[in-house]
């Protein structure tokens, strides 16, 4: 009797956690899973696998070089992209399709869109960079296209580097997704897509609130690794 008790209250405690840890979804993308789960074997946006928004196959088409298309988007319009300015928009497009976070930041209106993601100033510095000299025909890439009956992208405007359909890499970073990103005034209270989020992520949705010595620690290989270094060594 004293067992079944004992069990029974076990039970309900692990339900309790559940319950507590289990309060994370996934945004109601086409293909988000329901709640994020463990992935294996997957060969991109492996920065996810351990509780992933995305099943494994999702990834397989973004772990070529060069990205021919993913789900009817083509990202070759212009050409293929240089395998450095395709690094940082596969690291996106594995933050809305797989990040057990990106939920934080739902749309109100659109349950499949984020919006205002507190991005950092450094990686869209680094981004605008490596996509400098690449083609680019759309300025907003959610809604500056031509599609046709079969749902895949074409140009409405002409190719041109990203360094003239951009000013800066705050300009890319607010304008590519739409209102998706937004650069955030904090160097640490903000995503750049690499293993510090999930330490920094507490703090961003604490806010003012947050302890500020524990978060320049949990802040720290971000603001040690010299730009650029944390994206190499994450690739492949
Ligand atoms: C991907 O994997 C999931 C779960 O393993 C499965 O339900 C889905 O049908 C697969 N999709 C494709 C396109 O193979
Ligand atoms: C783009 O890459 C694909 C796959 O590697 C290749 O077949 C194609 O020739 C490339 N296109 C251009 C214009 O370089
Ligand atoms: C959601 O829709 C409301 C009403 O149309 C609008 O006022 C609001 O700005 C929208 N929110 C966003 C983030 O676009
Ligand atoms: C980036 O470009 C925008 C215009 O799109 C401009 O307002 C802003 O001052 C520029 N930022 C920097 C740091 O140059």
């Not at 507590?20 to 945004?27: A, F, K, R």
């Not at 507190?118 to 959610?142: E, K, T, Y």
Request: hydrophobic share 30%; aromatic share 10%; glycine share 4%.
């Amino acid at each position: 009797m004293k067992f079944a008790v004992s069990l029974l209250s076990l039970l309900a405690l692990v339900l309790f956690f559940s319950a507590v840890t289990c309060q994370q979804s996934c945004l109601l993308g086409k293909h988000h899973k329901a709640s994020p789960s463990a992935e294996t074997g997957a060969r991109e946006c492996v920065l996810y696998s351990e509780s992933s928004c995305c099943y494994a196959n999702f990834t397989e088409k973004l772990s070529h070089s060069p990205v021919i298309e993913v789900d009817n988007y083509y990202w070759n319009r212009c050409g293929n992209l240089s395998k450095e300015c395709e690094a940082y928009l596969k690291k996106l497009e594995c933050f809305y399709q797989c990040s057990p976070d990106a939920d934080r930041w739902i749309h109100p209106n659109m349950s499949f869109a984020i919006v205002h993601v507190p991005i950092c100033q450094s990686f869209c510095d680094n981004w605008f960079n490596a996509c400098r000299s690449d083609l680019v025909c759309a300025h907003n890439w959610i809604s500056d296209w031509i599609i046709d009956e079969n749902g895949e992208n074409h140009c409405k405007n002409q190719c041109i580097p990203f360094h003239q359909m951009y000013s800066n890499g705050t300009d890319l970073c607010q304008s590519a997704w739409g209102a998706s990103f937004e650069v955030s005034s904090s160097p640490c209270r903000c995503l750049d897509f690499s293993e510090t989020d999930r330490k920094v992520i507490k703090y961003i949705v604490d806010g003012e609130n947050s302890e500020e010595s524990e978060e320049k620690e949990a802040c720290k290989p971000r603001l040690q690794t010299p730009p650029g270094d944390q994206d190499e060594a994450e690739d492949d």
